[in-house]
Nanobody, 124 residues
């Protein structure tokens, strides 16, 4: 079992920045890949970013590439999502997730554990 707790969400104006954090407990984080997904009202959950268990590989949705940066600190069992140049369309609940199985980083069904989510609201 892995427990995930997200933090760092909030309200920010367009063009601003936020840094999300996800703390993992229950198992050593270096054993699994981690990702961020988001879900806006009335829309399906979508992939945002992911990072391999070593931190050596990162993956981004086209919509956030160049604006968001995912990183991890395995010594602290945490993963972060630095979000810059935020847009109103980034407004959503952001979820941290853990993937232990092999396969695409972009597919939510391969992620076994999920956090409770943190709200990000970007005003225009």
């Amino acid at each position: 079992q892995v427990q995930l707790v997200e933090s760092g969400g909030g309200l920010v104006q367009a063009g601003g920045s936020l840094r999300l954090s996800c703390a993992a407990s229950g198992r050593t984080s270096s054993l699994f890949d981690m990702g961020w997904f988001r879900q806006a009202p009335g829309k399906e959950r979508e992939f945002v970013a992911a990072i391999s268990r070593s931190g050596g590989s990162t993956y981004y949705a086209d919509s956030v590439k160049g604006r968001f940066t995912i990183s991890r600190d395995n010594a602290k069992n945490t993963v972060h999502l630095q979000m810059n140049s935020l847009k109103p369309e980034d407004t959503a609940v952001y979820y941290c997730a853990v993937k232990q199985r092999l396969g695409s980083y972009y597919s939510s069904y391969l992620y076994e554990y999920w956090g409770q989510g943190t709200q990000v609201t970007v005003s225009s």
